[in-house]
T-cell receptor, first 113, second 113 residues
Framework: GQQVMQIPQYQHVQEGEDFTTYCNSS?????IQWYKQRPGGHPVFLIQ?????EVKKQKRLTFQFGEAKKNSSLHITATQTTDVGTYFC?????????????FGGGTRLMVKP | DARVTQTPRHKVTEMGQEVTMRCQPI?????VFWYRQTMMQGLELLAY????????DSGMPKDRFSAEMPDATLATLKIQPSEPRDSAVYFC???FGGGNIQYFGAGTRLSVL
């Protein structure tokens, strides 16, 4: 079935350093979504990318969708301790049930103050 | 503030007991998802309903798990009999359509002793 791979699984950074997580799909996606889960919390929607090559920014977060719509990245500039959590990408594709989201395995970000 | 409500938030039970988890999706949403999250497995899709009809439960162990939507305001996930390997956080999410933004509940943390 559809697979969405996310790397790295874990990342430790010093506060102020940059961080990037990458998401790759085995097939072309209709769109990609990103979620953040704080420790002990639940996943919360951050953003959706739809167009090939799309780039969106939310303050220190930059999201990119690849030209082939098979990969995406989330980059955080100058990490802060509030960025701690697990970041999931979720790719939208089609199956017999219609549209489906498939979540990547997540990247757990830890920030040392 | 519309939100997905899950009960109970925490459940500790003994092996062999029946466990029932409940989810109230956001009013008006037509899709409901059940996920299981462990440290090792990330977000694992167990079941997916659209307009109360089960569309995909291929991720669910059929011998002991069952998922239903008795009405549009209630989704249930049952485990009978429960086993220690079922210990995890179970999330319910709702949305419009299968590939659109998913809104997660706070989760039920299940411990089977």
């Amino acid at each position: 079935g559809q697979q969405v791979m996310q790397i790295p699984q874990y990342q430790h950074v010093q506060e102020g350093e940059d961080f990037t997580t990458y998401c790759n799909s085995s097939t072309t996606l209709s769109n990609i979504q990103w979620y953040k889960q704080r420790p002990g919390g639940h996943p919360v929607f951050l953003i959706q990318l739809v167009k090939s090559g799309e780039v969106k920014k939310q303050k220190r977060l930059t999201f990119q969708f690849g030209e082939a719509k098979k990969n995406s990245s989330l980059h955080i500039t100058a990490t802060q301790t509030t960025d701690v959590g697990t970041y999931f990408c979720a790719g939208m594709w089609f199956n017999n049930a219609g549209n489906m989201l498939t979540f990547g395995g997540g990247t757990r970000l830890m920030v040392k103050p | 503030d519309a939100r997905v409500t899950q009960t109970p938030r925490h459940k500790v039970t003994e092996m062999g007991q029946e466990v029932t988890m409940r989810c109230q999706p956001i009013l008006g949403h037509n899709t409901v998802f059940w996920y299981r999250q462990t440290m090792m497995q990330g977000l694992e899709l167990l079941a997916y309903f659209r307009n109360r009809a089960p569309l995909d439960d291929s991720g669910m162990p059929k011998d002991r798990f069952s998922a239903e939507m008795p009405d549009a305001t209630l989704a249930t996930l049952k485990i009978q009999p429960s086993e220690p390997r079922d210990s995890a956080v179970y999330f319910c999410a709702s949305g419009f359509g299968g590939g659109n933004i998913q809104y997660f509940g706070a989760g039920t943390r299940l411990s089977v002793l």
